[in-house]
């Protein structure tokens, strides 16, 4: 299985500020047609998980251009250019490149 | 709106079976993939299993954790997914969660969940 691991585990952010989180696999995530299947969730307290990123750089619908994705093959991050008090939670990446998809340990994120 | 609602969850004992039903609107159901994952009480969600669109075959893959005791289904003339599980056990107590895929396996709507609960 690929194993993803993801740093930091824990960040405190002051809210207009920008925040980066990690994750790296254990194998490529880059697919023969080009795509990197790296999935960033957010699932905030109390929620179910959410869909941010997909293919490593897309957001999904409704999701603030604040949140962004980059990365290819192993090394992949998320940038919230100024957090809100709304994006505390945890963030998770997960890896869709094959099966068993499998998630990093998660960064619990909040407010200072 | 895309809705998906799981339902069946509830408290069963060791080795007993348990079927969830993943009811979802506001999409064309057959054209997608549908997975369920599971979390337990301060874990990370853990994936078990995908059903592919008849597009792609209706293709099953499992987790080794479920592989052989669980059993994804889906009804397209309903637009339910199912997720039969039988033997189970106290480490399967979680919250249950069904999701639409999108491209490789992007879970892109995740309902509430069921919760499952194994004493």
């Known amino acids: 299985d690929i194993v993803m691991t993801q740093s930091p585990l824990s960040l405190s952010v002051t809210p207009g500020e920008p925040a980066s989180i990690s994750c790296r696999s254990s194998?490529?995530?880059?697919?023969?047609?080009?795509?990197?299947?790296l999935d960033w969730y957010l699932q905030k307290p109390g929620q179910s998980p959410q869909l941010l990123i997909y293919l490593a750089s897309n957001r999904a619908s409704g999701v603030p251009d604040r949140f962004s994705g980059s990365g290819s093959g192993t090394d992949f991050t998320l940038k919230i250019s100024r957090v809100e008090a709304e994006d505390v939670g945890v963030y998770y990446c997960?890896?869709?490149?094959?099966?068993?998809?499998?998630f990093g340990p998660g960064t619990k994120v909040d407010i200072k | 709106e895309v809705q998906v609602v799981e339902s069946g969850g509830g408290l069963v004992q060791p080795g007993r079976s348990l079927r969830l039903s993943c009811t979802t609107s506001?999409?064309?159901?057959?054209?997608?993939?549908m997975s369920w994952f599971r979390q337990s009480p301060g874990k990370g969600p853990e994936w078990l299993s995908v059903i592919r669109s008849k597009a792609y075959g209706e293709s099953i893959e499992y987790a080794a954790s479920v592989r052989g005791r669980f059993t994804i289904s889906r009804d397209d003339s309903t637009s339910i997914a199912y997720l039969q599980m039988s033997y189970l056990k106290t480490e399967d107590t979680a919250l249950y969660y069904c999701?639409?895929?999108?491209?490789?396996?992007?879970?892109?709507?995740w309902g509430l969940g069921t919760l499952v609960t194994v004493s």
């Open positions: 997960m890896q869709a490149v094959e099966i068993p998809r499998t």
């Open positions: 194998q490529s995530l880059l697919y023969s047609n080009g795509y990197n299947y």
């Open positions: 506001g999409f064309t159901f057959g054209d997608y993939a």
């Open positions: 999701t639409r895929d999108i491209d490789r396996g992007s879970a892109a709507n």
